[in-house]
Nanobody, 127 residues
């Protein structure tokens, strides 16, 4: 099975940028559809973006569209989430997750679709 490790979180001022990384070990990331989710205390894990195995297609939540970009480098076994124009409401723990599906569906936006998860990285945006 694949193991995922997120990195790149931190404290940033509103309007700033961060790039999160999701590095895989154990198996090649190229065999998985990868998504980013985020979660704040007491709330459900929310979908942000996902990318197909080849990187040829992406999908975003409305809250991320136009500000966040998901990409992948299968040679480096890593998926990225570039976050620009950060807002205080983006403060959360960010998780990457892997699914063995080869296509997007409505289920792609739900945590139950993903079998493998990292432990998360904290992003804090100050006002």
């Amino acid at each position: 099975q694949v193991q995922l490790v997120e990195s790149g979180g931190g404290l940033v001022q509103a309007g700033g940028s961060l790039r999160l990384s999701c590095a895989a070990s154990g198996r090649s990331l190229s065999g998985y559809l990868i998504a980013w989710f985020r979660q704040t205390p007491g709330k459900e894990r929310d979908f942000i973006a996902a990318i197909l195995r080849s990187g040829g297609a992406t999908t975003y939540a409305d809250s991320a569209e136009g500000r966040f970009t998901i990409s992948r480098d299968n040679a480096e076994n890593t998926v990225y989430l570039q976050m620009n124009g950060l807002k205080p409401e983006d403060t959360a723990v960010y998780y990457c997750a892997a699914s063995s599906r080869s296509y997007f569906s409505t289920a792609s936006h739900y945590p139950t679709e993903y079998a493998y998860w990292g432990r998360g990285t904290q992003v804090t945006v100050s006002s």
